[in-house]
């Protein structure tokens, strides 16, 4: 009897579970499914997105009116070499928003309820760099993707690039490993050419000088992936300077594999899917105490503000600063190493001590040399100049795009002072920007393609490339500022002179006057990386003359020694192009000679 019992339990519970199981898996496709549209993968994703990103979806699939408007947008993810990448993360990002999707094995992608607004795509798969739509090259600034209601996108492609790894330790002069010391993969190009001892413009901060970066664990060792193929110097930098006796030695930045300054560096290769292992030795310096007073413009003792401490020789722009605050009766004191240079920038006051309005403060930078184990310093610091005026726009334009932009200083590296300032422009087009110290010229910030024509003193002096200055303190008071859409293009494909078009080659361009190849804003001179098929797109670009080559290699330390620009002169395709005008030009390789400057 009691096995009866038994085996009918048994029954009734293997029921319970098969009617279970049909009721689950009957409800499960539908949230799939939804979960799919919601999602937009055409091919279902397949991965788990992050937290925030279902949340965004879940949060848009409910919004009924959203999905009745959204767009569908389709494209594809490609490698260097024309090759479909599959199974890589499409990624559509604004502020409050992210869709989701995943290419099939053709590395096509679909979305279908992408709602209205402006987006940054990006592509990512491990082994590769994380692309951007627009990007030819990953130093190169990306394309955003402006949608509207109900709107079909075609196209929308991502050119992704493949990476290497480097990896490996960094030890001491007896070849134990160093916690914590910051590791940068630097662009192979020397200091001067990447912002130190050049105007630091944006085009100048696009270049990334610094890579990658990453930290030590306790052994010393570090792993930096999906690095972009090229050759790169490799910097080590202790960062944190201990508060020792100053007969005492520590550690300082080192190049790999075992050089001060990138006169003895030796470049790093990085090759496409593989891993390059290097040991890094740091050297050590003699340590000095540097200490003083910081005095305001009117003689007082500053009681709030802080004092930079940087080298000033090579790699200044790469390692990390010493920050220092100053003492309730403005003194400092920090330790520094002996026999280098140093530029100290002292600021007083807190620029944003009210939320949204840029309060004055003062500022001084000196250089001084560390000779022996005790510097003394007083500093004086001065009242930053205020530039106002106008803007103005060519071509119609809303008071809402005008409130969009954002005006800043863009100093000379021989001056930088190291303020942050930025200033927005009211909604008639009057602005007034505080605290521009030392020599700079006036970038913006703002939609896409937007680049000053002019910057105009009162009395009508040009200061468009030449910058503002102290003596011009008085003509700095009705200065217009006349603003174009920079949304002229050259676009085409690079062949070989054989006629075979040449994949992955650089396009540059470059103003015929030579003067405007060396303004502070670099508007006349660039270049992108072909993509698969060689073909190219060169935007944007001011109205003028300009020479465009190819090449089928470009270093950084290369491209904008003036050698190099009358080498590719007679190779080059000379055009003019107008406002908002777009061009069709195919390039032949050039004969280059020169690869270094």
């Not at 001892?197 to 000088?209: E, F, I, N, Y």
């Not at 510097?375 to 106002?388: F, M, P």
């Amino acid at each position: 009897m009691a096995h009866k019992v038994l085996a009918t339990v048994v029954l009734v519970l293997c029921v319970l579970t098969l009617v279970t199981s049909v009721v689950f898996t009957s409800i499960m496709p539908r949230r799939s499914a939804n979960r799919n549209i919601a999602n937009g993968a055409s091919a279902g994703l397949q991965t788990k997105p992050a937290a925030d990103d279902r949340q965004r979806l879940i949060e848009h699939e409910r919004d009924d009116d959203a999905v009745a408007s959204a767009a569908a947008i389709d494209g594809m993810t490609k490698d260097d070499t024309g090759r479909p990448v599959a199974s890589a993360i499409v990624r559509f990002n604004r502020n409050g928003a992210t869709f989701l999707a995943r290419t099939d094995a053709h590395g096509r992608y679909a979305l279908r309820t992408v709602t209205q607004g402006r987006y940054l795509v990006s592509a990512s798969k491990p082994g590769f760099v994380t692309s951007l739509f627009g990007q030819s090259d990953a130093t190169e600034p990306p394309t955003i993707l402006t949608v509207h209601a109900h709107e079909s996108i075609h196209d929308v492609n991502v050119l992704m690039i493949r990476g290497g790894t480097i990896a490996g330790r960094v030890v001491d002069n007896e070849g134990s490993g160093v916690l914590d010391v910051k590791v940068r993969v630097v662009s192979q190009a020397k200091s001067a050419d990447v912002g130190c001892g050049q105007p630091l413009s944006t085009d100048v901060q696009r270049s990334q000088r610094i890579i990658r970066m990453t930290t030590t664990d306790d052994l010393g060792r570090f792993r930096i992936s999906d690095v972009p193929v090229s050759n790169y110097y490799v910097l080590a930098d202790p960062e944190v300077v201990p508060v020792v006796d100053t007969d005492a030695t520590w550690f300082v930045p080192t190049y790999y594999p075992h050089s001060v300054s990138l006169t003895h560096a030796q470049p790093v290769v990085v090759t496409a899917s593989a891993n390059k292992d290097i040991v890094l030795s740091l050297a050590r310096e003699s340590l000095a105490v540097v200490e003083g007073i910081v005095e305001k413009a009117s003689g007082e003792r500053a009681v709030q503000g802080s004092v930079r401490l940087q080298i000033a020789d090579q790699g200044k722009c790469l390692t990390s600063p010493q920050v220092i605050r100053l003492t309730a009766g403005g003194t400092f004191q920090g330790r520094v190493s002996v026999g280098r240079e140093y530029t100290l920038i002292a600021s007083v006051g807190n620029p944003w001590s009210a939320p949204g309005i840029q309060q004055e403060i003062q500022a001084a930078r000196l250089q001084f040399s560390v000779h022996g184990t005790h510097t003394k310093l007083i500093v004086r610091t001065n009242i930053g100049l205020t530039v106002t005026g106008t803007v103005s726009v060519v071509g119609s334009v809303g008071s809402e795009d005008m409130s969009r932009l954002r005006l800043f200083p863009v100093p000379f590296a021989e001056n930088d002072y190291n303020v942050i300032a930025s200033t927005a422009v009211n909604e008639d087009g009057t602005f007034a920007l505080k605290n521009v110290f030392g020599h700079s010229a006036i970038g913006i910030d703002g939609p896409p393609g937007w680049s000053p024509r002019a910057v105009l003193a009162g009395d009508g002096t040009d200061l468009t490339d030449s910058g503002v200055m102290g003596e011009y303190e008085a003509l700095l008071r009705h200065v217009r500022i006349v603003i174009d859409h920079d949304d002229s293009e050259i676009s085409g494909t690079v062949f070989y002179q054989e006629g075979v078009y040449c994949a992955s080659c650089f396009v540059t361009y470059f103003a015929v006057n030579a003067n405007k190849r060396t303004e502070p804003l670099r508007k006349n001179v660039g270049f992108v990386r072909a993509d698969g098929t060689g073909h190219f797109v060169l935007r944007p670009l001011p109205p003028g003359e300009y020479y465009v080559a190819a090449m089928k290699s470009l270093s950084e330390a290369a491209f904008g020694a003036p050698a190099l620009f009358r080498e590719l002169e007679r190779d080059a395709r000379r055009v003019s192009i107008n406002a908002h005008q777009s061009l069709a030009l195919n390039v032949v390789v050039a004969r280059q000679r020169v690869t270094a400057p």
